[in-house]
């Protein structure tokens, strides 16, 4: 049975899952959750997951919601075909806890600002509704230290988490 995916193809949370799906070569079927049409507050939706957002996958019976845990089954459901080296091998603890920092880090010091700023910015203009103009300011400012720490990191290697460039490995 075919690997189900309950999404939306405007939502970047649904892309996430499908980048994966794509990278680790999963066929899959999309089953289309109109965000407008408020589907995923619906009762049928909400039994997949309570908190009525996209996406959601099944997998021959296996629900599963929240976009980053989706993305490390796949990852690791799949973990003989597609890209490989999405995920360190967790006999690797070093590799793992670093991995495991750069996505904290994404989660939750990129994620939360760039996410405001998509809203204000982006989703609530297309869609007519008023936009929060300090709040949007307010993000920018924070995004733009987050990346300044970024850029301090990135400076001197190539990845958050993974190939190196210099060779003191407690700097990774
Ligand atoms: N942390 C969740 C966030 C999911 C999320 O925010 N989904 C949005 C679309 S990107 C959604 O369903 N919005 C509709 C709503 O909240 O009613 C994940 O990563 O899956």
Known sequence: MVLKLYAAP???????????????????EFHPIYLRNREQKGPDFLEKNPFGQVPYIDDEGFGLYESRAIGRYI??????????????P?????????????ASLEYAQFEAHASKIVYERVFHTAMGLSVDEEAAKYA??????????????LSKQAYLAGEVRDTDSNSR
Do not use: W
């Open 140 to 153: 920018i400012d924070q995004l733009s230290a987050k990346l300044d720490a970024y850029e301090t990191i």
């Open 90 to 102: 967790q006999t690797d603890v070093q590799a793992t806890a670093i991995f495991e920092r750069a």
């Open 10 to 28: 405007a939502s970047t949370a649904s892309l996430r899952v499908a980048l994966i799906l794509h990278e680790k070569e999963v066929p899959f």
């Open 75 to 88: 990852a690791l459901k799949y973990a003989g075909q597609g890209t490989q080296g999405l995920i360190p």
